[in-house]
């Protein structure tokens, strides 16, 4: 596979002016984290001091968020003073004047306003305390690459960029990036968002894939990176394995999809500003590093994760037409995996304890009606892609 495939090259300068700043351009380590990219951010604070939190790169979102608690160590003022913000509910709050990602001061000033979110976390299931929006990237070369899991951002021009150019749709005043794919012969843009764990399009498209394409693998239940942020409809969404996307110069194979409604997918178009069907999440672009498709190898719970840190059952996938774990219900509250707490884990820390070679049995401890009760549950390969020629299928149970 051309080396090229294996970094995600981003040159977002959207047309706003670059702040001259000492360092120009900084490479820092980052954590994969059920395929949110995770680096170190910093805070600078009185007399040399500087604030470490987790910050995730989310350019799929034009919002700046970070926690109550962050912004209240940082003195971030609520930007409505008529009233007292409800701290158990997201509020509007001034937005910090800069950060640091390792020795590079990443100025502000083009976001007046954040989003503080009640808790610890920017979102369930999360490490990060803040997040690295659109709006703060664009002004920005960044490149992700996923086989050193490093992360570099500079100012534009420093960051040698390698790899087949490719024309995106920026959004001039939020640096949201659509690019044109095609899939089935047909042309459609398709949001760049490494902030997601999974690809979206369309539910409308998926439908008549699935239906024209009855070979193509797909499933009820969003298991591994499908699942999400833990919504009540994860545990509903038909999931498909796509065969091909050509997405700008790259051609991906065998893409995890899950549906994008049509009320939330008309939100998400008028935000991008141009016609668009869906998203490609960031675990199609990690394993262009890897392996043709990603494989979806773990014990078929679709779980939500819950403010206090407990993962809570929202249902069983079913596995060659019955439940996978039938023992589980919805529900349940998974405690541990083979002896690994999941209360305050992270989800991608959860779903590496529940993933393994096919037909390896995981231990689950579970509570239910405030007993607790252990089950056997077996690795299944969901959404299996059909073996190439000279392959062998993965082993069923």
Same mark, same amino acid.
């Given at each position: 596979?051309?080396?090229? +495939?294996?970094l995600?090259?981003?040159?977002?300068?959207?047309?706003?002016?670059?702040? *001259?700043?000492?360092?120009?351009l900084?490479?820092?380590?980052? /954590?994969?984290?059920?395929?949110?990219?995770?680096?170190?951010?910093?805070?600078?604070?009185?007399?040399?001091?500087?604030?470490?939190?987790?910050?995730?790169?989310?350019?799929?979102?034009?919002?700046?968020?970070?926690?109550?608690?962050?912004? $209240?160590? &940082?003195?971030?003022?609520?930007?409505?003073n /008529?009233?007292?913000?409800?701290?158990?509910?997201?509020?509007?709050?001034?937005?910090?004047?800069?950060?640091?990602?390792g020795?590079? /001061?990443?100025?502000?000033?083009?976001? %007046?306003?954040?989003?503080?979110?009640?808790?610890?976390?920017?979102?369930?299931?999360m490490?990060?305390?803040?997040?690295?929006p659109? +709006? &703060?990237?664009?002004n920005?070369?960044v490149?992700?690459?996923?086989?050193n899991?490093?992360?570099?951002?500079?100012?534009?021009g +420093?960051?040698? #960029?390698?790899?087949?150019?490719? %024309?995106?749709?920026?959004?001039?005043?939020?640096?949201?990036? *659509?690019?044109?794919?095609?899939?089935?012969?047909?042309?459609?843009?398709?949001?760049?968002? &490494?902030g997601?764990?999974?690809?979206?399009?369309?539910?409308?498209?998926?439908?008549?894939?699935? %239906?024209?394409?009855?070979?193509?693998?797909?499933?009820?239940?969003?298991?591994?990176?499908?699942?999400?942020?833990?919504?009540?409809?994860?545990?509903?969404?038909?999931?498909?394995?796509?065969?091909q996307?050509q997405?700008?110069?790259?051609?991906?194979?065998d893409?995890?999809?899950?549906?994008?409604?049509? $009320?939330?997918?008309?939100?998400?178009?008028?935000?991008a500003?141009?016609p668009?069907?869906?998203?490609?999440?960031?675990?199609?672009?990690?394993?262009?590093?890897?392996?043709?498709?990603?494989?979806?190898?773990?014990?078929?719970?679709? #779980?939500h994760?819950? *403010?206090?840190?407990?993962?809570?059952?929202?249902?069983?996938?079913?596995?060659?037409?019955?439940?996978?774990?039938?023992?589980?219900?919805?529900?349940?509250?998974?405690?541990?995996?083979?002896?690994?707490?999941a209360?305050?884990? /992270?989800?991608?820390?959860?779903?590496?304890?529940?993933?393994?070679?096919?037909?390896t049995?995981?231990?689950?401890?579970?509570?239910?009606?405030g007993? *607790?009760?252990?089950?056997?549950?077996?690795?299944?390969?969901? &959404?299996?892609?059909?073996?190439?020629?000279? $392959?062998?299928?993965?082993?069923?149970?």
């Amino acid at each position: 596979m051309k080396s090229a +495939t294996r970094l995600i090259a981003l040159s977002l300068l959207a047309g706003s002016a670059w702040a *001259q700043t000492a360092t120009r351009l900084a490479t820092v380590p980052i /954590t994969l984290d059920h395929n949110r990219i995770i680096v170190d951010v910093y805070f600078p604070g009185p007399e040399g001091s500087k604030t470490r939190v987790r910050g995730w790169v989310d350019n799929g979102n034009a919002d700046l968020w970070l926690t109550d608690g962050l912004a $209240k160590k &940082l003195g971030l003022q609520p930007v409505d003073n /008529t009233r007292e913000p409800s701290r158990d509910k997201p509020h509007k709050v001034e937005a910090p004047r800069e950060l640091l990602i390792g020795p590079m /001061t990443i100025p502000l000033s083009d976001l %007046k306003e954040a989003t503080a979110a009640p808790g610890n976390r920017i979102g369930g299931g999360m490490s990060a305390e803040i997040n690295l929006p659109s +709006t &703060l990237l664009r002004n920005y070369d960044v490149v992700v690459d996923y086989p050193n899991r490093e992360l570099t951002i500079g100012a534009p021009g +420093t960051v040698h #960029l390698r790899g087949m150019a490719v %024309k995106p749709l920026i959004n001039a005043q939020n640096g949201l990036i *659509q690019i044109p794919g095609k899939i089935e012969g047909e042309t459609h843009n398709l949001a760049l968002d &490494l902030g997601a764990t999974v690809s979206f399009i369309s539910s409308d498209l998926l439908s008549q894939w699935q %239906k024209a394409h009855p070979q193509w693998p797909h499933m009820t239940g969003a298991v591994g990176p499908a699942n999400m942020w833990g919504i009540k409809d994860e545990a509903s969404w038909e999931v498909l394995r796509v065969a091909q996307i050509q997405y700008g110069g790259l051609t991906l194979k065998d893409v995890v999809v899950a549906p994008f409604p049509r $009320k939330e997918l008309d939100w998400f178009e008028k935000r991008a500003g141009v016609p668009t069907i869906g998203l490609i999440g960031a675990d199609a672009l990690d394993e262009l590093s890897k392996v043709p498709a990603i494989n979806m190898d773990v014990v078929g719970l679709v #779980l939500h994760p819950e *403010q206090d840190g407990r993962y809570t059952v929202l249902g069983v996938a079913d596995y060659e037409g019955r439940p996978s774990v039938p023992d589980v219900k919805g529900g349940d509250v998974l405690v541990s995996v083979d002896g690994g707490r999941a209360k305050g884990a /992270t989800m991608g820390q959860v779903w590496s304890l529940l993933e393994g070679s096919p037909g390896t049995v995981r231990t689950l401890v579970l509570e239910r009606d405030g007993k *607790q009760f252990t089950v056997r549950a077996p690795v299944d390969r969901f &959404l299996a892609p059909e073996p190439k020629k000279g $392959k062998v299928k993965a082993p069923t149970r």
